[in-house]
């Protein structure tokens, strides 16, 4: 029994001895430092360079592990507590990457892992403990060597590619060269413009009223669905269906596919086929909002005769016109 005691005393005074001799923290960690460019021209790389630097520095001067209880587990506490300060870090300096998370996970399995063995041997065995925690601390070194310099990589080349675009977007003739290309963007609208004109032209020509003709000339009545057409677009329609039916949840409908269809990026990458689809889609589009406008307020008109007949309140028929109103507008500053 006293030779068991004596046997674990001495395991405790060497494990002792070589933890105060793992510590980490005496590596020279500058070796993981990046290297600035100097020349004018890197400013973004440099503060990323900066900021990797400062992530190093963190990491290898907390001391907070040193200080956790000793305990025949303290493998295992040591790597947990190593790993809880570097998650922590790696999220405070805005470094959790999938890069470096990954590699970060990846080195403390392996860490992890080999601790629970070797403290699961040492409760029943504890010869060559002095050997094995020496084989665990280098162990330990290079895994945090190895993953230092890979992350080194990863980051510089982040640097890299980030200074690039950054050069790139804001170069002069890259400046030149998007305000040219928005210009010819533009450029590409001229079938709006005409479509309206047609739009407005039709307008005009359904609204002015034509001198009647002296000849009188027989002409059979619309019946069913025209005849609704009709009376609608005459605003001979209950101003409530008019408004919340036709103009509101019709008009709705009929604009969603715009939403998708009429952005640049669709249709810059459409075939031919595809763009003269659009095209008619959005000639249809504008006509029927202009049908259904007319219409709508034609229809609020007849509302606002009919309540000043009674002499009711004229709010309404009002508030439905300025919402048509508003609604143009914002349309036209959306366009333009």
């Known amino acids: 029994m006293k030779k068991k005691l004596f046997s674990l005393i001495i395991f405790f005074i060497f494990t002792l001895i070589s933890y105060s001799k793992s510590d980490s923290h005496d590596v020279d960690y500058t070796q993981f430092y990046l290297s ?21 520095k963190d990491l290898y001067e907390d001391s907070s592990c040193q200080s956790i209880p000793f305990t025949k587990n303290f493998l295992t506490d040591y790597t947990n507590c190593s790993y809880r300060n570097t998650k922590m870090y790696t999220k405070r300096n805005k470094m959790n990457i999938e890069e470096f998370v990954e590699a970060e996970h990846e080195v403390y ?10 403290e699961r ?37 982040k640097a890299i590619e980030a200074q690039k675009d950054w050069t790139l977007k804001n170069s002069p003739k890259i400046k030149e060269k998007n305000k040219q290309q928005n210009e010819i963007d533009f450029k590409n609208y ?9 739009g407005a032209f039709f307008l005009y020509t359904k609204t002015v009223p034509k001198p009647k003709k002296t000849k009188k000339t027989t002409k059979s009545k619309p019946t069913g669905f025209k005849k609704d057409l009709i009376n609608y677009w ?5 101003y409530g269906y008019s408004y919340w039916v036709c103009y509101t949840i019709i008009g709705t409908i009929i604009s969603i596919p715009g939403l998708y269809f009429l952005t640049d990026q669709f249709i810059n990458s459409a075939r031919e086929l595809v763009l003269l689809v659009i095209i008619l889609y959005a000639l249809f589009a504008i006509l029927s909002q202009i049908y259904l406008i007319v219409g709508t307020w034609r ?22 016109q300025i919402s048509i109103v508003l609604s143009v507008i914002r349309k036209f500053a959306e366009f333009f």
Not at 42 to 47: E, K, P, S
Not at 234 to 238: D, H, N, V
Not at 311 to 320: A, E, R, V
């Open 109 to 118: 399995l392996d860490l992890i892992n080999r601790a629970k063995i070797i």
């Open 299 to 320: 229809s609020a008109e007849f509302y606002k005769a009919q309540k000043r007949k009674l002499k009711q309140s004229l709010i309404w028929g009002y508030l439905g």
């Open 190 to 198: 001229w079938w709006v413009v005409i479509i309206l004109a047609l």
């Open 36 to 56: 600035e460019i100097n020349d004018g021209k890197h400013t973004l790389f440099n503060i990323y360079v900066r900021d990797w630097n400062d992530h190093v």
């Open 121 to 157: 041997k040492w409760i029943y065995d504890t010869s060559n403990h002095v050997e094995e925690q020496t084989v665990f601390w280098k162990h330990w070194g290079q895994v945090y060597k190895d993953k230092n310099y890979y992350l080194r990589d990863v980051w510089e080349k």
């Open 234 to 238: 005459q605003g001979k329609i209950s």
